[in-house]
């Protein structure tokens, strides 16, 4: 249902510049670069493409009524006056697009304030591959005093020692690196460490 409802919302900006458009060559240039934008942003959300999701939802909203606005403008450079018709059309278009950037923009700052909590872990994607050899033993999330953060056990098939484990993750040191562009202001950590029994991924928030 997600899924769905997350292709809905990429694709409405180009269905709503399908109502609107009055040229054949223009039309087709900002509905082809709004489905472009659309499809990026669905894989943003399937995780195919590796970026923070709140903010290129709230970049997408933000970028697609000025992609149509500027097609709008060319085809009345060059077109006659618009059909009566066409003046509600382009209204419903700006409402929808307008409350559209609103929701998203509302959610957004919530997720936000939702980030100052510090009840979240890193996402699964914050882990970072996994090099030939080395497979997953266990995973999971934990909190405690400093926040929460994501666990995962590691082993190796090859009968590295954890020592060449950790060498082998280039995880000698943690590394830390930025969440996101607008909304997510916090820095990710990944580091490894030695339990005894295996070698321990972790990622957590920055303090």
Same mark, same amino acid.
């Given at each position: 249902?997600?899924?769905?409802?997350?292709?809905? =919302?990429?694709?409405?900006?180009?269905?709503?510049?399908?109502?609107?458009?009055?040229?054949?060559?223009?039309?087709?240039?900002? @509905?082809?670069?709004?489905?472009?934008?659309? @499809?990026?942003?669905?894989?943003?959300?399937?995780?195919?493409?590796?970026?923070?999701?709140?903010?290129?939802?709230?970049? =997408?909203?933000?970028?697609?009524?000025?992609?149509?606005?500027?097609?709008?403008?060319? !085809? @009345?450079?060059?077109?006659? /006056?618009?059909?009566?018709?066409?003046?509600?059309?382009?209204?419903?278009?700006?409402? =929808?697009?307008?409350?559209? =950037?609103?929701?998203?923009?509302?959610?957004?700052?919530?997720? /936000?304030?939702?980030?100052?909590?510090?009840?979240?872990?890193?996402?699964?994607?914050?882990?970072?591959?996994?090099?030939?050899?080395?497979?997953?033993?266990?995973?999971?999330?934990?909190? @405690?005093?400093?926040?929460?953060?994501?666990?995962?056990?590691?082993?190796? !098939?090859?009968?590295?020692?954890?020592?060449?484990?950790?060498?082998?993750?280039?995880?000698?040191?943690?590394?830390?690196?930025?969440?996101?562009?607008?909304?997510?202001?916090?820095?990710?950590?990944?580091?490894?460490?030695?339990?005894?029994?295996?070698?321990?991924?972790?990622?957590?928030?920055?303090?």
């Amino acid at each position: 249902m997600l899924t769905i409802l997350g292709i809905l =919302f990429a694709v409405a900006p180009a269905v709503v510049w399908m109502t609107i458009a009055r040229t054949r060559a223009t039309g087709l240039a900002i @509905g082809g670069a709004l489905l472009a934008g659309a @499809g990026a942003l669905v894989s943003v959300q399937q995780g195919w493409i590796d970026a923070p999701r709140p903010d290129t939802h709230l970049v =997408f909203t933000a970028l697609a009524p000025l992609l149509i606005a500027c097609g709008a403008g060319l !085809e @009345g450079r060059h077109e006659d /006056s618009p059909p009566p018709e066409w003046i509600p059309r382009r209204n419903g278009a700006i409402g =929808f697009l307008g409350t559209q =950037f609103a929701l998203t923009l509302v959610v957004g700052l919530l997720y /936000s304030l939702m980030l100052t909590e510090g009840s979240d872990a890193p996402p699964a994607r914050a882990v970072p591959p996994l090099p030939a050899g080395i497979t997953v033993v266990s995973e999971g999330t934990d909190c @405690g005093s400093g926040g929460c953060y994501r666990l995962v056990a590691v082993d190796s !098939e090859d009968g590295l020692t954890r020592p060449e484990i950790i060498r082998r993750l280039d995880l000698q040191q943690e590394t830390c690196r930025s969440s996101g562009w607008l909304l997510d202001w916090r820095d990710v950590c990944v580091g490894a460490r030695d339990n005894g029994t295996n070698v321990v991924i972790y990622a957590s928030w920055s303090g």
